[in-house]
């Protein structure tokens, strides 16, 4: 099984894509400091997500239930899935019931985790996804490398690639043609579908209403020219008023992309005349982090991306090193939940600098919930070169003899010291020992 | 059990306790003038035009966008000539719509988005190459949380949108195109 170092290593041979991808996220990242910092109430704001997530989470059981109530009253029908597989028989059984072998998506990071489109296709039905990056992928066969900029893994070489194998054009690497050759393509499957999925991004449970961002208008393009649209939701994606979409909007887009807010705001209250939204409601584990204490926090998150763009192991690794649906600082919390041995590796991917909660629009901790599954994951044992560490610095000794003995063994035999520490050493070099130690330097000036 | 009983009964059991409630604050104010607006329209890819620079509609669409064929309307003082009767609407009809002259209730200064609820079928604003929003200058309020205070008066829309700026997408490198799936442009003519 490769855990993130072994899989980082693979994006890091190719050194210019891997400083490219740094760059670029560096550069989101700075578009939303900017954008931040335009905004008066930033702080206040992030509070004020973060105290309306606890609540949701806190009495969680009511608003959904008031939720559904007001959905229901609104004429949108309500499903529950327990897990992915009910989830995904869910859809399949809309699908059938309207006799539609093609399915238009746009983005959702819940589908993925539910694994719903390789579920589909082993049942004859056609997925088609709309949002142009995750198209992108869908065609190379790949994953999202990132939740909101699914293909920032690839180069525009590899997606002209595909576009001229997939579509029969000529091979382009300009975005402009690309963009435009997908617009034609995918209106294509707009215009005859029957059935649509969208994610959601907030469910307001005062009015029953559903919010769907998104940058191209795919969703919207999807679910209006179909005649049933099927939103999918984690429950954690509530929230209790209406009046909480000001705080979330001016925070969501600002903090993922830089944007003051995404092109296309949808607010779902009811169906269109002679139209079906079947809403599901999907649990997949949730319940459950929310029983742990401290960890449930992670279930504030709106999925902006912010942690991935400001994260230097992120950007100098890449997102499928994770190898887990959400990657970055919030996959890595997120993911040991799933399988604590398979990602045992993504919480000790991280300087814990945290610079990841420092931009989190609803404050969660990540860099401290990283810390605490280290812990968790080492059953709060020592090392074994931390125990000896702490075993050789109790001894004055010891630790005398010790650092003049390291300055000569590196003199003399440095290959022993690097065999030693050999998986510090791989990729960096062991810092040079002085001659003289600090000790001496002290006797001799004063 | 249902799977709904199952959920709601995991959360009971595991639901966290203490979490703070929020009673809400004082947001500072954002200036809502239609300087202020325009140029956060301008920052995301729209275009502002007050009404009164505007000689006749249709000289300027067919200088805007090549052609004044195929214009559809939904704002009354605006004769269009492209017109999809409700009961027998097609896909078809409504993808040769042209520009779309659609009626706005409200403009956000600090985002340049501009909120609709009135339409004869959901996907105009999206399926028209080229958009036209009319907005009313006293409409444009500074900040979001305004702007939900307003939509909060009365019933919520059954369908309600912000729309800020034109289609776009950056999924290739990062490269921003305009015109990804939606309109490939926006104008809001402020009368």
């Known amino acids: ?446 | 059990m249902s799977s709904k009983e199952t959920i709601l009964n995991q959360i009971r059991e595991n639901r966290p306790k203490g979490g703070t409630q929020f009673s809400g604050f004082d947001f500072s104010p954002y200036p809502n003038g239609i300087d202020d607006f325009k140029a956060t329209l301008e920052k995301v890819g729209g275009k502002l035009v007050l009404k009164r620079d505007i000689k006749d509609l249709h000289t300027w669409i067919k200088k805007e966008y090549g052609s004044d064929n195929y214009v559809f309307t939904e704002v009354d003082s605006i004769v269009g000539n492209y017109t999809l009767n409700e009961m027998s609407i097609t896909n078809e009809k409504l993808n040769k719509i042209h520009v779309a002259v659609l009626a706005g209730s409200m403009g956000i200064a600090e985002n340049g988005a501009v909120w609709l609820e009135r339409f004869l079928h959901r996907s105009i604003p999206f399926i028209t190459q080229h958009l036209v929003i009319f907005l009313s200058s006293d409409a444009i309020v500074g900040t979001m949380h305004e702007a939900y205070q307003i939509i909060n008066k009365k019933e919520l829309p059954s369908f309600g949108i912000f729309i800020s700026g034109p289609s776009k997408t950056a999924d290739i490198e990062q490269s921003l195109i305009y015109g990804a799936h939606g309109p490939r442009s926006l104008t809001v003519i402020v009368e």
């Open chain 1, 1 to 446: 099984m490769k855990g993130h170092p072994e899989l980082a290593e693979k994006f890091l041979q190719d050194e210019s894509r891997t400083n490219w991808h740094d760059e670029t996220l560096w550069w989101v990242r700075s578009k939303r400091d900017a954008v931040a910092s335009e905004i008066k109430d930033w702080e206040k704001l992030r509070d004020a997500a973060s105290q309306i997530k606890e609540d949701t989470l806190s009495n969680l059981d009511e608003y959904l239930l008031e939720f559904e109530q007001n959905a229901l009253k609104n004429g949108i029908k309500v499903h529950w899935a327990a897990d992915a597989r009910e989830h995904n028989e869910i859809v399949l059984q809309v699908l059938k019931s309207k006799d539609a072998w093609q399915l238009v998506k746009s983005k959702s990071m819940l589908t993925e985790e539910c694994g719903l489109n390789d579920f589909l296709e082993d049942h004859g039905i056609e997925v088609i996804e709309s949002d142009l990056g995750e198209r992108i992928i869908q065609w190379m066969k790949q994953t999202p490398s990132h939740i909101v900029m699914p293909a920032i893994h690839l180069k525009k070489k590899d997606i002209g690639k595909v576009f001229s194998e997939k579509l029969h054009i000529r091979e382009t690497e300009d975005p402009v043609k690309l963009t435009e050759f997908a617009r034609i393509h995918l209106r294509n499957y707009f215009m005859n579908t029957k059935v649509a999925l969208t994610g959601v991004n907030f469910a307001v449970a005062d009015s029953g209403t559903f919010v769907v961002c998104t940058n191209e208008g795919n969703a919207d393009m999807g679910v209006h020219m179909a005649d049933v649209h099927i939103a999918s939701m984690g429950i954690e994606k509530l929230i209790p008023k209406i009046e909480h979409l000001g705080v979330f909007l001016r925070l969501l887009a600002r903090s993922a992309t830089g944007q003051p807010i995404t092109a296309y705001t949808s607010h779902f209250r009811k169906p269109g005349k002679g139209k079906e939204i079947h809403l599901i409601l999907v649990d997949n584990g949730r319940s459950e982090i929310l029983g742990k204490s401290h960890f449930w926090h992670s279930l504030k998150c709106i999925r902006c991306g912010a942690c991935m763009n400001t994260c230097p192991i992120f950007r100098k690794t890449g997102g499928h090193s994770y190898d887990y649906i959400i990657p970055g600082p919030i996959g890595a919390i997120l993911a040991p939940h799933r399988d604590p041995i398979k990602y045992g590796s993504l919480p000790f991917a991280s300087s814990l600098c945290g610079s990841c909660a420092a931009v989190c629009p609803v404050k969660i901790d990540i860099d401290k919930q990283l810390y605490a599954w280290r812990q968790e994951l080492t059953g709060e044992k020592s090392s074994l070169p931390v125990s000896f560490m702490g075993y050789v610095l109790k001894k004055p000794g010891l630790f005398n003899m010790g650092s003049k003995g390291l300055s000569i063994l590196q003199k003399l035999i440095p290959w022993m010291i690097d065999r030693f520490f050999k998986s510090y050493t791989r990729g960096r070099e062991l810092p040079k020992v002085p001659g003289q130690t600090f000790k001496d330097w002290y006797k001799k000036h004063t």
